[in-house]
């Protein structure tokens, strides 16, 4: 696990795992639950939540990217964010990484908010997948198209079993796994590194800033905004 020894190469990833991690101790100190959440301690840490008579609260696509099901859920998605991390962190750039978690992670519970809508199914979801696709999405995309294409394409093959793993068990009934937000993060993300190719040089350390800044007061802003509208009726049921 080299790529461990290297996360400290990788800044910003390492303060997502962190926030990741609070969140869930929080989580827990909160709600005495360890390594499985309920359904209302999820709703009220920031998950979305969607459904017939429910109102759209969209601070919480982003909340729910910091939000996870359970002990093995955080475990395996911070362990791929972490990798992914450090291979293009730098490559891509901080900020830039840091803008995409945020963006992808939004889009992707957008659509999946839109699916259960269409669908008139109720909807609670949470996880970093969603994000954690966009970002390979980003970094399959703009090794691709800076030449960097044998990277792209085990990036490539790794986005194709997450999906084919996640419409399987989906359709097993096995675990509850959100495709949705899977495949929002990552065609948004696909087309954050086609934008990114365009410009492969490194972005001015000002830029670099002011992405990460906006990234953590978004985020903080969103989590504010949940707590100020408790969900004030039930729900059941969770994907990641």
């Not at 759209?56 to 475990?75: D, E, K, N």
Request: avoid cysteine; charge should be positive; glycine fraction near 12%.
């Amino acid at each position: 696990m080299s790529w461990l020894r290297r996360l400290p190469e990788a800044p910003v990833t390492a303060a997502l795992i962190v926030v990741n991690l609070l969140v869930y101790a929080a989580m827990v100190v909160s709600s005495g639950e360890l390594a499985f959440f309920s359904g209302p301690t999820l709703a009220h840490a920031g998950a979305v939540i969607a459904g017939p008579g429910v109102p759209i609260m969209p601070w919480r696509w982003l909340t729910a990217a910091f939000i996870h099901v359970h002990a093995v859920h955080i475990l395996l998605n911070l362990w791929v964010l972490a990798q992914i991390g450090v291979l293009s962190e730098r490559a891509i750039g901080r900020g830039f990484f840091a803008a995409a978690y945020v963006v992808t992670g939004v889009t992707g519970n957008m659509l999946s908010t839109a699916v259960a809508a269409a669908r008139g199914r109720p909807l609670l979801s949470a996880g970093a997948s969603g994000s954690i696709m966009g970002l390979i999405g980003l970094a399959t995309v703009f090794a691709w198209l800076i030449g960097e294409r044998r990277i792209a394409r085990v990036l490539a093959y790794n986005v194709l079993f997450v999906l084919g793993l996640g419409f399987l068990v989906s359709a097993r009934g096995l675990v509850g796994v959100d495709n949705a937000a899977h495949i929002g993060g990552l065609v948004v993300g696909a087309g954050l590194g086609a934008l990114r190719a365009r410009f492969p040089g490194p972005a001015p350390r000002w830029l670099n800033g002011v992405l990460i800044g906006a990234a953590a007061v978004a985020t903080a802003v969103a989590f504010v905004l949940v707590h100020m509208h408790e969900p004030l009726f039930d729900v059941a049921g969770a994907g990641s």
